[in-house]
């Protein structure tokens, strides 16, 4: 059971450059989300999805893309990325029908040139 | 939405030495969680705690959510504990919202 994870770990972009980070669930959980992390704060929230086929924008969505096409997986999108989208970015997931604790990826390192 | 505010900001300890951790938040909240981050950036579920107390180890978790606050103790601290804590609350909506987090130094 691996949990959640994300890949890649870490990532140096050019401006204007684009990327997809995956994320995956092994817990069958109906609700996933992306947040980033920037020094001195705590997390926020980019997008979240309820379930599959399904997404919706969080505190901070400007620049971001997501898609949800499995169950399993949430596939954050960067089309031209910006030096300020340099973070760690982070995944999670939940249960929709046991406690609503949320569990975490490991976190994506991107440093945008 | 709602506003969580952690205190204090930074905590340096001596190592053997108790601490506690106050997270405060404006509203009702159907889910509250503590979590650890690590000097490697991990986050690491501390508690699941939307009110009620437990205790793992040498950390417990109070929560009194009539009053819209929580609480997280540290007792005989060790170097290990250093890092980051952060409060992260729900409201009703399917979305954590999380505090600045507390800075812990514990020192040999």
């Known amino acids: 059971n691996a949990g959640v994870t994300q890949t890649p770990k870490f990532r140096v972009l050019k401006t204007g450059q684009s990327m997809t980070l995956l994320c995956a669930q092994d817990?069958?959980?109906?609700?996933m989300y992306w947040y980033r992390q920037d020094p001195g704060m705590g997390l926020r929230l980019i997008h979240y999805s309820v379930g599959e086929g399904t997404t919706a924008k969080g505190e901070v969505p400007d620049g971001y893309n997501v898609s949800r096409l499995k169950k399993q997986n949430f596939l954050l999108g960067l089309e031209s990325a910006a030096p300020s989208q340099t973070s760690v970015y982070f995944c999670?997931?939940?249960?929709?029908?046991?406690?609503?604790?949320?569990?975490f990826g490991p976190g994506t390192r991107l440093t945008v040139t | 939405g709602i506003q969580v505010e952690q205190s204090p900001p930074d905590l340096i300890l001596q190592e053997g030495a108790n601490s506690t951790l106050r997270c405060n938040f404006s509203?009702?909240?159907?889910?509250l969680q503590w979590f650890h981050q690590n000097p490697w950036g991990q986050l690491i579920n501390l508690f699941y705690?939307?009110?009620g107390t437990k205790q793992n180890g040498r950390l417990s978790a109070t929560t009194v959510a009539t009053e819209r606050y929580s609480l997280l103790y540290i007792s005989s601290s060790q170097t290990t504990d250093s890092g980051v804590y952060f409060c992260a609350v729900e409201p009703n909506d399917y979305k954590l919202s999380f505090g600045a987090g507390t800075t812990v130094t514990v020192r040999a």
């Open positions: 705690i939307p009110s």
């Open positions: 509203d009702s909240v159907n889910n």
């Open positions: 999670a997931s939940r249960s929709r029908d046991r406690s609503y604790e949320q569990y």
């Open positions: 817990m069958n959980h109906e609700y």
